[in-house]
């Protein structure tokens, strides 16, 4: 009999207790809302964003990556919106005065109204701290940028900002990848690396946390291709999940109404997945959104108007954008397509994942707990072996017999081309319980036999079956079961 998540706390304590993820600053009582990956969780996420660039730009030939740093120009984030836009509508409770983002609110049946603006949309709502309902503010923006001071000096000192998304390194490159590679439009930009927000709820886990990674593609495409494009991506990402081995019942794409657009944006959908929170509940773990030109148009008029804006302020780009003159679609951040011998700001398709979010689903679809003939039970993370932390582990039967000199020798070849781990503490049967609680495919055993014939024992963490094979043999068999 196997059985699946049901809830969250026992995956967060399996998680400490086998060293994936630690409460940040745990020695001093926690940091609210940000994790540190241990020893199995920084291989695991390490793969998945290793999984990721893999698909999105390793094979393909129509994307580059790119790293960009965290801090930029405040421009960046002028021009982009971000400064006057990128905020939450907070409602605080007038009893206990707890702000919750006013879309989080939920009433006694657990249902929240996305797009919620007034204090009306709120009635039935329930303060998740004091339990008191519809006894809120009119909900308020809430900044979510963090921000910092960069320079030594008073006078030449200037806030930054922690990035919120990586995104916008890739349009302000965008020019910079142009010029320096031979790319053509179609063609998209790949980055992965750390945001951070301040969010006002953080919730579950690493869901919803402070800082998190993001692994982002913008791909710009001629305008009038952007829904071919767009439908492309959805189908490549959702099978992306699927092939790492999300349960295609746990993973569905919902569209979002045309009151949840922004107003340039074309479409959008989120690949939401079904995790163990309260009763079962389809959460985002990726955007895809049809983003028109909008943004390198932004960026466009935010470069032309550096001067201007440090000359007299923020608001010198707050002039509408024109986009019915023609002087922009020359300008220059435009494509010249030498085939058609046209010019054209390029329209973005942004599918925009996230690292941790995309972890912990990983971990709650390979998550199964097995009651076995004998009554026992074992816990296996079902780890698709891409995904693996550990791809092997090595453990002689016994320690005596020559057995840990054999088991030493094929561990420290193995471990050139696999992660491995050796292991010689225990019952085997123990050993075995650690390692499929880790995840780790297969268990290669140097046993009795190993010294009369040369041959080891290969056991399957799923079937638990072993095959018998010749230690010489080991190194190509995980290639080839491993697909490595
Ligand atoms: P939400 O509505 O959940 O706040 P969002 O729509 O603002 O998310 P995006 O801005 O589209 O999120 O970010 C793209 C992806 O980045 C999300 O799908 C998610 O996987 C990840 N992400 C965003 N915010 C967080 C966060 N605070 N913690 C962890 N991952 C995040």
Redesign the pocket.
């Known amino acids: 009999m196997s059985e699946k998540l049901q809830k969250l706390e026992d995956l967060v304590s399996l998680c400490k207790r086998r060293g994936f993820i630690f409460q940040s600053s745990d020695i001093y009582g926690g940091l609210a809302?940000c994790y540190d990956y241990g020893p199995l969780g920084a291989e695991l996420k390490r793969n998945v964003k290793n999984a990721w660039w893999k698909h999105t730009v390793q094979m393909r030939d129509d994307m580059v990556g790119l790293d960009c740093s965290i801090l930029m120009h405040p421009m960046v984030w002028k021009a982009s919106g971000h400064v006057d836009k990128f905020a939450?509508l907070v409602a605080e409770c007038k009893k206990c005065h707890t702000r919750t983002r006013a879309d989080h609110l939920a009433d006694a049946q657990g249902n929240t109204t996305e797009g919620a603006k007034t204090a009306e949309d709120l009635i039935k709502k329930i303060c998740p701290k004091c339990g008191t309902t519809g006894q809120f503010t009119e909900p308020m923006p809430f900044k979510l940028m963090f921000e910092t001071q960069m320079g030594a000096n008073a006078d030449d000192s200037m806030t930054v900002y922690l990035r919120?998304?990586t995104a916008q390194g890739i349009f302000a490159n965008y020019r910079n990848v142009l010029d320096s590679t031979r790319v053509k439009v179609p063609f998209g930009i790949a980055q992965i690396g750390k945001?951070f927000?301040n969010?006002v709820t953080?919730k579950a886990f690493?869901?919803?946390?402070?800082e998190?990674?993001?692994m982002?593609i913008e791909f710009f495409c001629k305008p009038g291709t952007e829904e071919q494009w767009f439908e492309k991506w959805k189908e490549a990402r959702m099978s992306w999940y699927t092939s790492y081995g999300i349960r295609p019942e746990n993973l569905r794409m919902r569209e979002h109404d045309k009151d949840e657009l922004a107003h340039y944006a074309k479409g959008c959908v989120?690949?939401e997945y079904l995790f163990p929170f309260g009763k079962g509940d389809w959460?985002?773990?990726?955007?895809i959104?049809s983003r028109t030109d909008y943004d390198l148009r932004q960026h466009q008029r935010g470069m032309r108007s550096v001067t201007n804006w440090i000359e007299n302020g923020r608001d010198a780009v707050t002039t509408p954008l024109k986009a019915e003159d023609a002087d922009w679609a020359k300008g220059p951040l435009s494509y010249f397509d030498e085939e058609t011998r046209e010019r054209y700001i390029p329209y973005v398709i942004e599918p925009?994942?996230?690292?941790?979010?995309?972890t912990l689903a990983f971990l709650v679809d390979a998550y199964t707990v097995e009651t076995l003939e004998n009554g026992e039970e074992r816990n296996v993370f079902k780890f698709h072996p891409s995904l693996a932390p550990i791809k092997a582990a090595i453990l002689p039967l016994v320690k005596k017999d020559r057995m840990p000199e054999k088991a030493t020798n094929l561990y420290n070849d193995l471990k050139k081309y696999f992660p491995c781990f050796y292991d010689e503490k225990a019952a085997i049967g123990r050993r075995y319980r650690r390692q499929d609680e880790a995840g780790t495919p297969y268990c290669v055993v140097i046993d009795g036999q190993t010294n009369d014939d040369n041959t080891v024992t290969v056991r399957n963490r799923d079937t638990m079956k072993q095959d018998r094979i010749n230690i010489d043999q080991v190194k190509s068999y995980l290639r080839e079961k491993l697909d490595m």
């Open positions: 809302s939450d919120p998304e945001s927000r969010e953080t690493i869901f919803r946390t402070r998190f990674e993001q982002e989120d690949i959460q985002e773990l990726e955007g959104a925009s994942a996230g690292a941790d979010r995309g």
